[in-house]
Nanobody, 115 residues
Framework: QVQLVESGGGLVQPGGSLRLSCAASGSTFSMYTMAWYRQAPGKQRELVARISSIGLTNYPTSVKGRFTISRDNAKNTVYLQMNSLKSEDTAVYYC?????????WGQGTQVTVSS
């Protein structure tokens, strides 16, 4: 069982930045594939960023160049740095772990981009 706890959400103006953090349980964090997803009201949950156990990353076109995912294996933590935020980035952001053929999810953190 993997437990995930997100933090760092909040209200930010368009063009601003936020950094989300996700702390994971377990002694094999370095082996996890970690990701961030988001879900806006009335929309399906979508992938925002993914980082493999060896540090390979991928992003959808909508956030590429603005968002950066990183991990600190010593702290069992994955981060999502979000820059140049837009109103359409408003959503609940979820941390995800894929390990031993299972997906684990955090409780989510709200990000609101508004003036």
């Amino acid at each position: 069982q993997v437990q995930l706890v997100e933090s760092g959400g909040g209200l930010v103006q368009p063009g601003g930045s936020l950094r989300l953090s996700c702390a994971a349980s377990g002694s094999t964090f370095s082996m996890y594939t970690m990701a961030w997803y988001r879900q806006a009201p009335g929309k399906q949950r979508e992938l925002v960023a993914r980082i493999s156990s060896i540090g390979l990353t991928n992003y959808p076109t909508s956030v590429k160049g603005r968002f950066t995912i990183s991990r600190d294996n010593a702290k069992n933590t994955v981060y999502l740095q979000m820059n140049s935020l837009k109103s359409e980035d408003t959503a609940v952001y979820y941390c995800n772990c894929f390990y031993t053929q299972r997906h684990y999810w955090g409780q989510g953190t709200q990000v609101t981009v508004s003036s």
